[in-house]
């Protein structure tokens, strides 16, 4: 089985524990913070539903109407992830504004606050493994259950650390008040899910990191060609895609020229998980006859129709003017 597919179980499988714990507990104590805390966590069980079912979706490979493969699926799910997730935190405040002005007595603050340190340390440990596998596999939607659950994890520890201090004060104003700073936490996370995700739905480029290490990967066979240009980048879902324009010394072979490319398809696919390269070459353009770049002369090589070995063995240093003649 997938792992991303066995992390999305895992993920269905604690929220509904969860879910069932906190909605009786918080019935239980007649506490909206707790309910909110139950209504966070529903939802946070519908989010992960759609992240196992965009995550099985995603996986299929490209067929004749998605050639591009299946990979947005997950960037969509994360949206509807956050969006869910504002929703959760409109409810919640909506339940917690009547109780500003008239706050009712919890009860049973010992159970609600086994229920939260468990939530708490349960949600620890599966956001954890959450993130970790949609780091290493790119995958959008899990990374957004990841951060469901993670905020989860504030807010019960501020659910909590709320129990408590009524305990000992009989505050019992403070349960709204937390409950709407837990509306608050959500309102973040849902705003950093739907800024990450809508970003790949409109292409935006990869990180600043990751253009770079594309950049360090190129130069590293700078030796080959003569200089590369129109990088572009984006990503869908897990996946990434870069195409770039390689100049390359004109009197290169066709076999020499798709070796090279190939070369570098396979570096950056091993050093990048999920990438999708397309390289366009270019001959390099002399200028009055001459390739500034490697001093070719076009018009000797024309007229001396020089064997593909001789071309292949010219190298060039980009953007440096070489040495040895071509």
Same mark, same amino acid.
């Given at each position: 089985?997938?792992?991303?597919?066995?992390?999305?179980?895992?993920?269905?499988?604690?929220?509904?524990?969860?879910?069932?714990?906190?909605?009786?507990?918080?019935?239980?104590?007649?506490?909206?913070?707790?309910?909110?805390?139950?209504?966070?966590?529903?939802?946070?069980?519908?989010?992960?539903?759609?992240?196992?079912?965009?995550?099985?979706?995603?996986?299929?490979?490209?067929?004749?109407?998605?050639?591009?493969?299946?990979?947005?699926?997950?960037?969509?799910?994360?949206?509807?992830?956050?969006?869910?997730?504002?929703?959760?935190?409109?409810?919640?405040?909506?339940?917690?504004?009547?109780?500003?002005?008239?706050?009712? $007595?919890? =009860?049973? #603050?010992?159970?609600?606050?086994?229920?939260?340190?468990?939530?708490?340390? +349960?949600? /620890? @440990? %599966?956001?954890?493994?959450?993130?970790?596998?949609?780091?290493?596999?790119?995958?959008?939607?899990?990374?957004?259950?990841?951060?469901?659950?993670?905020?989860?994890?504030?807010?019960?520890?501020?659910?909590?650390?709320?129990?408590?201090?009524?305990?000992?004060?009989?505050?019992?104003?403070?349960?709204?008040?937390?409950?709407?700073?837990?509306?608050?936490?959500?309102?973040?996370?849902?705003?950093?899910?739907?800024?990450?995700?809508?970003?790949?739905?409109?292409?935006?480029?990869?990180?600043?990191?990751?253009?770079?290490?594309?950049?360090?990967?190129?130069?590293?066979?700078?030796?080959?060609?003569? $200089?590369? =240009?129109? #990088?572009?980048?984006?990503?869908?879902?897990?996946?990434?895609?870069?195409? +770039?324009? /390689? @100049? %390359?010394?004109?009197?290169?072979?066709?076999?020499?020229?798709?070796?090279?490319?190939?070369?570098?398809?396979?570096?950056?696919?091993?050093?990048?998980?999920?990438?999708?390269?397309?390289?366009?070459?270019?001959?390099?353009?002399?200028?009055?006859?001459?390739?500034?770049?490697?001093?070719?002369?076009?018009?000797?090589?024309?007229?001396?129709?020089?064997?593909?070995?001789?071309?292949?063995?010219?190298?060039?240093?980009?953007?440096?003017?070489?040495?040895?003649?071509?």
């Amino acid at each position: 089985m997938d792992e991303k597919v066995k992390v999305a179980r895992l993920s269905i499988a604690s929220n509904t524990l969860l879910t069932a714990g906190k909605l009786t507990a918080g019935v239980a104590m007649n506490s909206v913070g707790v309910i909110s805390e139950a209504i966070h966590s529903g939802l946070d069980l519908v989010a992960a539903l759609i992240a196992y079912f965009s995550v099985l979706q995603s996986s299929r490979p490209a067929d004749d109407r998605h050639l591009y493969g299946h990979g947005k699926f997950e960037n969509v799910a994360a949206i509807v992830e956050a969006l869910l997730i504002i929703g959760a935190g409109i409810m919640i405040i909506v339940e917690a504004l009547p109780r500003l002005t008239d706050p009712h $007595q919890v =009860h049973a #603050l010992g159970w609600g606050a086994l229920v939260m340190g468990v939530s708490a340390a +349960l949600n /620890l @440990v %599966v956001s954890t493994v959450l993130m970790r596998t949609g780091r290493r596999t790119g995958s959008p939607a899990l990374e957004a259950d990841a951060w469901h659950l993670r905020t989860d994890v504030y807010t019960s520890a501020g659910v909590l650390t709320g129990i408590v201090i009524i305990h000992f004060t009989g505050l019992y104003i403070l349960d709204p008040l937390i409950a709407i700073a837990v509306s608050l936490l959500i309102f973040k996370a849902a705003i950093d899910l739907l800024r990450g995700s809508l970003g790949s739905i409109v292409d935006v480029r990869l990180s600043d990191d990751e253009e770079a290490a594309i950049q360090r990967i190129l130069s590293s066979y700078s030796s080959n060609f003569v $200089q590369f =240009h129109d #990088l572009r980048t984006r990503r869908a879902g897990p996946d990434r895609y870069v195409d +770039l324009h /390689l @100049v %390359v010394p004109r009197c290169q072979s066709i076999a020499a020229v798709h070796e090279l490319c190939d070369r570098i398809e396979a570096d950056l696919q091993e050093n990048m998980s999920g990438t999708s390269v397309l390289i366009h070459t270019e001959p390099c353009r002399p200028v009055g006859g001459d390739c500034l770049v490697c001093t070719v002369n076009i018009a000797v090589y024309r007229r001396e129709e020089p064997s593909c070995h001789e071309c292949d063995g010219h190298a060039h240093a980009a953007g440096q003017k070489s040495e040895t003649d071509g």
